[in-house]
C-alpha cells in the first residue's frame, strides 16, 4: 500500500446504477487466495466477450479514457461481501472510486485495501459525468488531508466524508496491524499500567 495525499487524475466513466459485486469481479474468479492477477478480470464479462476478445463498446477498452479515478453511478459495489472486487479495482490500478452511494461492505474492503471511496452528491457526480463527456482528459484532484474533490474542468469542489481512522491509515499506508504496530509502545505502556494496578494489593488501589 503507499502512502495517499493528494492525487491529480484522469477519469474512467463507469454512468452505471446498482454495479454489484458480481460484476466487478465474477464469482468463478474467486478461488485465488493470492491478490494478483485481479485487475486483469476487472469487469470481465463486459470487458470480453465469451471467445475472449475486448468489447470495443466498453470504456476499459477505450483508449480514449484512463487513469486512476473510477466514476461510477449510485450504489456501486453491492451484492455478495466478496473482498475480490476491492483487489480487483486495485489490481486494475485505480487509487479512488467516486460515487453518491457504496454498499457499506464494499466501502470497508476498499479502504482496507488502499482505495479511497468517495461519496459526492448526486449533482456533483452529474457535473464530473458531464465534463468526462465533453473532454475524456477532464481530471479531479482528490485531497484526502481537507477531504476535498476537485473537478479541474470547472472548479467546482465538494466535501467527502471518511472514518478518521480509515483517513489516518491511508495518508499513512498503514493495514490494520501496521498501525496496531505503530502503536506498540503505547499499547505495551498501558499493559504495563495495568499489570501494575493488578499486582497491587487491595489496599493499595
Request: aromatic share 10%; with cysteine.
Amino acid at each position: 500500500m503507499n502512502k495517499f495525499t493528494t492525487l491529480t487524475s484522469t477519469c474512467v466513466p463507469l454512468p452505471l446504477e446498482n454495479v454489484d459485486t458480481d460484476q466487478i469481479i465474477p464469482a468463478r474468479f474467486l478461488k485465488a487466495t493470492s491478490k494478483e492477477g485481479f485487475g486483469d478480470n476487472l469487469f470481465r464479462d463486459w470487458r470480453y466477450d465469451k471467445e475472449g476478445n475486448p468489447v470495443a463498446s466498453f470504456v476499459l477498452n477505450n483508449s480514449e479514457y484512463g487513469g486512476q479515478i473510477l466514476v461510477a453511478g449510485k450504489n456501486f459495489g453491492s451484492g455478495s461481501s466478496r473482498e475480490h472486487a476491492a483487489w480487483a479495482i486495485a489490481g486494475y490500478g485505480f487509487r479512488v472510486v467516486v460515487s453518491s452511494f457504496f454498499a457499506d461492505i464494499f466501502k470497508s474492503n476498499s479502504l482496507n485495501n488502499g482505495i479511497l471511496p468517495a461519496v459526492v452528491s448526486p449533482e456533483f457526480l452529474a457535473d464530473i459525468f458531464e465534463s468526462i463527456e465533453a473532454d475524456s482528459k477532464t481530471t479531479l484532484t482528490v485531497d484526502l488531508e481537507k477531504q476535498l474533490i476537485t473537478n479541474n474542468a470547472d472548479g467546482r469542489s465538494e466535501h467527502f466524508e471518511i472514518n478518521p481512522y480509515k483517513k489516518d491509515c491511508l495518508l499513512n499506508a498503514l493495514d490494520d496491524i501496521d498501525y496496531l504496530l505503530s502503536r506498540k509502545d503505547k499499547i505495551e505502556a498501558y499493559e504495563a499500567g495495568r499489570a501494575a494496578v493488578w499486582d497491587s494489593k487491595p489496599g493499595d488501589r
